[in-house]
């Protein structure tokens, strides 16, 4: 007898990312156009808050 798997819970509703995400990506978009006038230790800062945004944004996608 086959062993049954897990029962699927309710999981997100598929479609687009809300505007609030949209709004993040695109700022951080907006900030990396603008990184090569910020010193050095700005510049680091802003890749990393970029990376962090579209990370998080990708995890909420795979999760539909």
Same mark, same amino acid.
């Given at each position: 007898?086959p *062993?049954?798997? =897990?029962?699927p819970? =309710?999981?997100a509703?598929?479609?687009? =990312?809300? #505007? #609030?995400?949209?709004?993040?990506? /695109?700022?951080?978009?907006?900030? %990396?156009? /603008?990184v #090569?006038?910020? =010193?050095?230790?700005?510049?680091?800062a *802003?890749?990393t808050?970029?990376?962090?945004? %579209?990370? /998080?944004? %990708?995890a909420?996608? /795979?999760e539909?």
């Amino acid at each position: 007898m086959p *062993v049954p798997g =897990p029962v699927p819970g =309710p999981g997100a509703v598929p479609g687009p =990312p809300g #505007a #609030a995400v949209v709004g993040r990506v /695109e700022a951080a978009v907006a900030a %990396l156009g /603008e990184v #090569a006038s910020l =010193p050095l230790r700005q510049q680091v800062a *802003v890749y990393t808050d970029a990376h962090r945004t %579209l990370q /998080e944004t %990708l995890a909420t996608i /795979e999760e539909r």
